[in-house]
């Protein structure tokens, strides 16, 4: 197992397009998050699943945003109808539960420009 | 609210010099609190958290609940410190989700 892996490392889209991006956890982790990373700030936090179940979503998550996670494995995320205020770097991370303070193990990101 | 603040966006120390990143917190409870590094061209990832009480890489932070603050430290700089810190905070009704705050770069130079 590599760590988390995340596809396609960059996407460039026109405005209005629909883009998703993919995120393959770590095997064994139950936990899978979303953030978002923006020029000069820090990582802002999605959404995230436990198992197949999504359990959290940031008011950043717009109706233009969707996340899955089918069978508890793999993430999509997918954005419609593309803004280049949607341009950003976003990142997943997985963590297994035990009790509070759950580490978090990041992805590599897919960086996304909106032209 | 919740929030984090990393006032310092850039740092830059001399090799063997002390090195200190400051972070502040608001939350009403008693959060879970973590330092995150990214190294060039490599991913994030957990340098170290509060309730571990241990140093890693020859850094240590300490929780001060009374200054809502958890500062990260290292007595001796080295070059291979260079690199984006993040102090990041979980807790309240979603355990396991990280607010980050903004970030410090820290430059050490020989």
């Known amino acids: 197992d590599t760590g988390v892996s995340q596809d396609p490392r960059h996407k460039i889209t026109k405005r209005g397009q629909n883009v998703t991006f993919r995120c393959d956890p770590i095997?064994?982790?139950?936990?899978l998050y979303w953030y978002r990373q923006t020029l000069g700030q820090g990582p802002e936090f999605l959404t995230y699943f436990q198992n197949e179940a999504q359990l959290e979503k940031s008011r950043l998550l717009s109706d233009r945003f969707s996340a899955e996670r089918p069978k508890g494995s793999f993430s999509t995320l997918e954005i419609q109808r593309t803004e280049q205020g949607d341009s950003a770097m976003y990142l997943c991370?997985?963590?297994?539960?035990?009790?509070?303070?759950?580490?978090?193990?990041f992805g590599p990101g897919t960086r996304l420009t909106v032209t | 609210a919740q929030r984090v603040t990393q006032p310092e966006k850039l740092l830059s120390v001399f090799k063997g010099a002390p090195v200190e990143l400051k972070c502040n917190y608001s939350?009403?409870?008693?959060?879970?609190l973590f330092w995150y590094v990214q190294y060039s061209r490599q991913r994030l990832q957990l340098l170290l958290r509060h309730i571990s009480r241990e140093s890693i890489k020859g850094f240590t932070a300490d929780l001060n609940k009374g200054e809502t603050s958890f500062h990260l430290k290292k007595p001796f700089a080295q070059e291979e410190d260079s690199a984006m810190y993040y102090c990041a905070l979980s807790g309240g009704n979603s355990w396991g989700k990280l607010q980050f705050g903004a970030g410090t770069q820290v430059v050490v130079t020989p």
């Open positions: 991370a997985s963590s297994l539960r035990q009790g509070k303070a759950y580490e978090q193990y």
């Open positions: 095997s064994e982790h139950n936990r």
């Open positions: 939350y009403s409870g008693s959060p879970e």
